[in-house]
């Protein structure tokens, strides 16, 4: 079975510091890799989306970038912290047999919740 | 612009029913998705409907009706568990999933 690890769970961190998120999955080869953020009384927001290794699309001009250095393995990181990227992340993947066409669902991990101070 | 609907927090009692109302407008619609977080917690899956109409599975039914560019999520039978925000999303013409805020659902005994 196909399983979803996300690492940390929470972190603080000061405003200017670097940041390293990470997440893997297990069970499956090749699968679509996403990046979200949940800000407060606020949807979803996606971050960002791979289909491959090094292939990266973002959604929104952020102080954010992401990378997949391997086929399960994407990460998303920062220079330097903004108290604006406070939030909870979600990283999410998706068979890469599937289409959004046929309606195949997300399946999340565990989540971070990042506060910058 | 692309806006999806959902009331900010509901209360229901343990064992009655709640419908979660879900409005959307995306520019086309290949979809519609609910899930339940809860808190801390990662989102997964409850429910798909592309075409009209009421999709049952156990206690929880999922409607739509495209042309009025609405779905609700109905949850019978409530249980404590059930306390949770519930998110409705849509897949617009490009196939990206558009999420509304969430509903968080506070079941009182």
């Known amino acids: 079975s196909q399983t979803i690890h996300q690492w940390p769970a929470t972190l603080v961190q000061p405003v200017g510091s670097p940041l390293s998120l990470e997440c893997t999955v297990e069970?499956?080869?090749?699968?679509?890799l996403y990046w979200y953020r949940q800000a407060a009384g606020r949807g979803l927001q996606l971050l960002f989306y791979s289909v491959g290794i090094g292939q990266i699309s973002s959604e929104v001009p952020q102080n954010l970038s992401a990378s997949r250095p391997q086929d399960r393995q994407f990460i998303l990181s920062s220079k330097k912290l903004l108290l604006s990227d406070s939030g909870f992340y979600l990283c999410a993947w998706r068979s890469p047999d599937s289409t959004p066409r046929r309606g195949e669902k997300l399946f999340f991990g565990s989540g971070t919740q990042l506060s910058v101070l | 612009g692309q806006n999806i609907d959902q009331p900010t927090e509901m209360t229901a009692t343990e064992g009655a029913i709640v419908q979660i109302n879900c409005t959307y407008q995306?520019?086309?619609?290949?979809?519609l998705f609910w899930y339940q977080q809860h808190a801390g917690e990662a989102p997964t899956f409850l429910s798909y409907n592309v075409l009209d109409g009421l999709e049952e599975k156990g206690r929880f039914s999922s409607f739509l009706s495209r042309s009025k560019g609405y779905s609700y999520l109905l949850l019978k039978e409530l249980q404590m568990k059930d306390s949770a925000s519930y998110l409705c999303?849509?897949?617009?013409?490009?196939?990206?999933?558009?999420w509304g805020a969430g509903t968080k659902l506070i079941i009182k005994p």
């Open positions: 069970g499956t080869s090749n699968p679509n």
């Open positions: 999303a849509v897949l617009d013409s490009n196939y990206q999933l558009i």
């Open positions: 995306t520019s086309g619609f290949n979809g």
